[in-house]
């Protein structure tokens, strides 16, 4: 069993930046996968995976160049920096974790992943 704690989120306007962190109850980066996504009104979206030990890294194509995942391994926490922030990108921001390397193909879906965080809100206004 993993717990995610979430922290991070507000609002903010728009071209700016913020910091979205999950910390996992135990040491989990070297064995588990994990993700960031998020609940808009068109429903969960993904945003970023990242296999264990952080290899590798993938984004939607609606963040990337953007949003920058990172593994911090010493503190089992998960980051997604956000940068150029665009009111597209409100919504609410839910990590996820699953034990072992996901296939290609699946680190996007959501009913891979076997932990969620209990989500934060980010809202970016015009």
Known sequence: QVQLMQSGGGSVEAGDS?????????????????????????GRQAVAAIGPNGDPILYADSVKGRFTASLDKAK??????MNTLKPEDTA?????????????????????????????QVTVSS
């Open 92 to 120: 609410v921001y839910l990590c996820a974790a699953r034990g072992g390397r996901f296939s290609r193909g699946w680190e996007f879906r959501d009913e891979w992943y076997a932990y969620w965080g209990q989500g934060t």
């Open 76 to 81: 089992n926490t998960l980051y997604l920096q």
């Open 18 to 42: 913020l910091t979205l962190s999950c910390l996992a109850s135990r040491r989990i980066a070297d064995s588990h996968s994990m993700a960031w996504f998020r609940l808009t009104p068109k």
